[in-house]
């Protein structure tokens, strides 16, 4: 450890400059692509740029980034255990109808309670749906990843014939449900958002994300609970040895993350349209929730700076049309950056190349685990 | 009885059109899992197929060339997950979740591109995988009637299992087979041994990819013809899913992959006559394919070494 620090050992120490060196890249290869197929790369980048830094577009980014925050700390919650929820996306689906059938049922209760009630139905479905999976896991040894990928479509079709019952299904000629009970929208009031010319869609889904960030931080990083999920991730065999569930720890792990994503589902409901349309296809916020976590490394704050990242990509891509830019450029750049993300991992390598510690090489930082929460011992 | 007979020969076209994409893509995923790789790429790989496969088609007027290149254009990516994963033991998960957006990213905004559309211009029937033996039966008697629904598929279905044949014999047969193998369950055994797990493991990756694009390929070239964005949308994941049903042998993903396309063959019969809601129905071929697993099948051994990058010791 004689070696000065270099350049490269500076940034092998520093996961956040790993991300900020990933999204430059991101959008150094979307340049690549557009310069290859002919677009200009000012006009592309600079709309991108300026229809998220005025007031407007950026209370839309806001609003676009609150399932994606949520959803990402369900992915992020259930990385830090050891098991990979690509689940969250029938668990989202699970959540939001839940929430719509008690906003449409219940329309008669007032909204201070309509609201909870929404909130506390999507998270039971949406846990509900992780914890079968679990507990497929647990009592047969059903790997999880299969079951998940089973149980999104199942609980697309299902929300789908949900959406159909006569009771639930629109009195019109929509392909949707009702609208949920006004009372039960969680937007802000009409005159704050003209008064300042927001986006018509503003709603408190933030605040609600914001507070869930910092109680799912609190969870990790000060329970004995978080601590205990943790061990979990890092090493099954050592935490069984210390008198640890693995199960157990599977099921919370799952029923957490589950939890968040239906809440996630149920914020979008309130927030966004009011009521759910009859998909042809998966809306994809289960496997936006993935690309969160992992660009946010998992961290609950890492997951709101990075949901709000990817809420203003999405945003701004939905503008990038309007100057004949194909909106797939946020994919390539979203798609380059997790890529860069993967193999950043070449820097904590780097840093052992000076050092010669070729033997400790670490083996997986897949899913970067902070040890320092150890203050239990 | 004239009806069963017919519905029947229905039901076994409709699962074996179902079955094929899933059936290359999930051979694909074999070969990359088996080796140690986690790939749930595969799904991109497959769209980059799907899009190359039609465009290739329509301009060089050759449904073969387009099918090859279709594979080849899910090998570009597969070498892309191999490059991080297995050269610079990336994690896989993520490399994974990259290719994913990487593949129809850049293909759809190629579309865009190429025919200001997100959809390709449908290919003319002479461009598309020819149906091998359509015509050939007379449909005047129920019994041909049977065999020209049974036998309507295209050319894409045929080799399909030809290549799980072909696949099969490579891993249990031969000497890359068992080398392909022992990479998955302890890559430092084979380092003493002298196999070069990289080597392999690169290899096996790229090969993933293009059987997964070849997999694509036959869903716009074949069952469709053009590409739309929506032309791939969870094949990938039900092939990783019948992979893993089939405990990660090509044969047990055959089985998985046919098991999903009965369901979903029994699902567009049932779905005509009864009136039972459709989209229960559609919930039916994955809803089995988890009980089934519970009943009959359990929990599969996972190669010992996948998902965990190979770092050579000094």
Known sequence: MTKKKGVLEFIAEHRFLHILLSILMGFLVGAVFLVIMGLSVGEAYGKLISSVTNLKGFSYVIVYSIPYIVVGLSVAFSFKTGVFN????????????????????CSGLPGIILIPLCFIAAMIAGAFWGLIVASLKTKWGINEVLSMIMFNWIAFYFSNYIAGIPAIHSDGTAEAT??????????????????????????????????????IWFIIEKTTLGYQLKAVGSNKNAALYGGIGVNKSILTSLGISGALAGLGGALQLLGMGGR?????????????GIVVALIGCSNPFGVLAAGIFYGALNYGGSKLNLVGVPTQLISVIVGTVVFFI???????????????????????????EKAEGSDKK | MTNIVNNLGIIIYATLIYMTPLT??????????????????????????????????????????????????????????AFATVKLGADQTISGTAINMLGPGIVIMLARVMFDSTDTIPLDSTMKIPRLFKGLFDTSTVFGRFLDNVFANYASTYLVFVAVIIVWFVFYKTRFGLRLRACGEHPQACETLG????????????????????????????ISNQFRPISIVGQGFIAIAAVIFGKFRPHGALLGCLLFGLCSGLKVVLGGSSGVNMQILSMIPYAVTVIVLILFVGSAHVPSANGKPFVRTK
């Open chain 1, 276 to 288: 759910i349309s009859v998909f042809s296809s998966q809306e994809g916020f289960g496997f936006a």
């Open chain 1, 86 to 105: 690509i689940g969250a996306e029938g668990q989202f689906v699970m959540g939001s109808m839940a929430a719509a059938c008690v906003g449409i049922l």
């Open chain 1, 178 to 215: 009702k609208n949920v009970a006004a009372q039960a929208r969680t937007l802000f009031p009409n005159s704050f958002i003209q008064r300042f010319n927001l986006a018509p869609t503003f709603n408190w889904g933030f605040i609600v994300a914001v507070i869930v960030t910092i109680v």
């Open chain 2, 195 to 222: 196999i070069d797990v990289i080597k392999m493991r690169f290899l096996c990756v790229s090969i993933s990819g293009f059987l997964a694009g070849l997999g694509g390929a036959c869903v716009t070239m074949a």
């Open chain 1, 342 to 368: 993967s193999i950043s991992i070449i820097f904590e390598r780097l840093k052992y190349v000076g050092t010669k510690l070729h033997r400790d090489t670490p083996k997986k930082p897949a899913v970067p």
């Open chain 2, 24 to 81: 290359y893509a999930a051979l694909g995923s074999c070969f990359s899992e088996v080796s140690g790789v986690v790939n749930i790429g595969i799904e991109g790989m497959m769209t980059a197929g799907a899009f190359t496969g039609t465009v290739v088609a329509y301009f060089t007027g050759s449904p073969w060339i387009g099918f090859f290149c279709g594979g080849l254009a899910g090998m570009l990516f597969g070498a892309l997950h």
